[in-house]
Every structure is written in structure tokens, then in C-alpha cells.
């Protein structure tokens, strides 16, 4: 309903083997129940209720499953996977039985990423740089040892040079912009760094702006 193109989910997986929505490992902070998700089965999971103090008035739902979410949203937004505990090849079989192998991006931690480019050739996949790539060749150089489509990051630790370097080797850069402080005066700071994408906890704001400024 905010018009965005994306929204992020955080992929885990039961006991059982069913991938859930889960940010972290236990289900502690956002559900009124406790324990890993790991440990539970899906059972187990669907009998909690999420608890967000943000809206006080929300009616009791379970947690949702990944299921639930491609049903969902198909034809109608794009999928940011982050990929906390899950089979590659279990993502992908998903994705193609909706029909949206063309829908999703991943996020991928460390060496994970050559399980996905081998399981799902076909997905895009974004990791981080390191620190300590502050230049296009040093990014350049890290990058080539595991080629990804898509990179991500706080939008503060890239420069344009490194932007428009990437983007030469057909990689683009979607960065982290959430923080306290997100505003149009961050949004315009970022724009100037000419990334392609950007991770937003206001997307109904942040696209307002960009309609503003004749960029949506």
C-alpha cells in the first residue's frame, strides 16, 4: 500500500522443515511466546500471536509463513529475502511453484552465496562489502572473488566514484539508509551518491520525495 517496489523478509526454518518469518533466531521479541524458532515445529509456531507495542490496537495473528507471504504478494510486490536459516533449493522450489522466480532477490551471509548461485542460478543475490573496500579497485578486487548481482551496506561507507565503478561492472547498490535520522536531507545526500536502490523504514515518505524531485 506504500507503493514500494520491495519489501524484506526475514526467512528462518521449524523444526519440521517449513520456512516461517522470523527476524530473530528466538521468537521472544516479537511474539508473546519463547524459544528458538529452530526448535519449534510449525505447529507450534502458527499458535503464537505477534506483539508489536507500535500497534497497540492489532488484532491477535499468527506469525506468517514464507507460503502465506508469496501468496500474498504475487503480481503485486517484489521480495528482499533475507536469508537468516533456510535451503536454498527449498527458497527456489517455492518461488517457482508461485511462479515468482523473477520476484525476489536474496541476502546471503559470508560464503553462503556460492550455495545460492549453484542451487538458484537465476535469483540475484546481495551481499556487503567489507570496511575495507574504500575504493572502486579495492571493492573492484573483493567483488570478483564472488561476483554478485547486487550490493548493500550503510549508504554512509560508499563514495560516487565507487557507485558509478560498480555499476560499470553491472552490479548496482542498493544501501541501508534506516536510522533515526532518516529524512529528504539524507535522502538527497544518497541520491547524489547515484545508488540505484535504497533500504528504506519509510517508503511511503521516501517515494513521496523521489515524486517530488522527478525521480519516480
Not at 514464507?66 to 503480481?75: D, I, R, V, Y
Not at 550455495?115 to 574504500?134: D, G, H, Q, T, Y
Not at 533500504?199 to 517530488?212: M, N, T, V
Request: hydrophobic share 35%.
Amino acid at each position: 500500500k506504500d507503493d514500494a517496489d520491495y519489501m524484506e523478509i526475514d526467512l528462518r526454518t521449524t523444526k519440521d522443515g517449513h520456512i516461517v518469518i522470523m527476524h530473530d533466531s528466538t521468537v521472544d521479541r516479537m511474539t508473546d511466546g519463547k524459544g528458538k524458532v529452530a526448535e519449534m515445529t510449525l505447529e507450534e509456531f502458527r499458535r503464537l500471536h505477534i506483539v508489536d507495542k507500535r500497534f497497540p490496537n492489532r488484532p491477535p495473528e499468527p506469525p506468517p509463513t514464507f507460503e502465506e507471504c508469496l501468496q500474498a504478494a504475487k503480481g503485486k510486490l517484489y521480495f528482499y529475502l533475507d536469508c537468516k536459516a533456510v535451503d536454498p533449493k527449498q527458497v527456489w522450489g517455492l518461488l517457482k511453484r508461485y511462479k515468482m522466480e523473477k520476484s525476489a532477490l536474496v541476502y546471503t551471509y559470508g560464503d553462503e552465496w556460492q550455495k545460492w548461485k549453484e542451487a538458484c542460478p537465476r535469483l540475484p543475490i546481495m551481499v556487503s562489502p567489507p570496511e575495507e573496500a574504500k575504493t572502486p579497485e579495492s571493492l573492484r578486487a573483493w567483488w570478483q572473488k564472488q561476483p554478485v548481482e547486487l550490493l548493500d551496506g550503510p549508504f554512509y561507507g560508499y563514495t560516487r566514484e565507487q557507485v558509478d565503478a560498480a555499476l560499470t561492472w553491472g552490479v548496482e547498490v542498493w544501501p541501508d539508509i534506516q536510522n533515526p535520522l532518516e529524512s529528504p536531507e539524507q535522502w538527497s545526500k544518497a541520491m547524489a551518491l547515484g545508488f540505484q536502490g535504497l533500504q528504506s523504514d519509510h517508503p511511503a515518505q521516501l517515494i513521496a520525495y523521489l515524486k517530488s524531485i522527478g525521480k519516480r
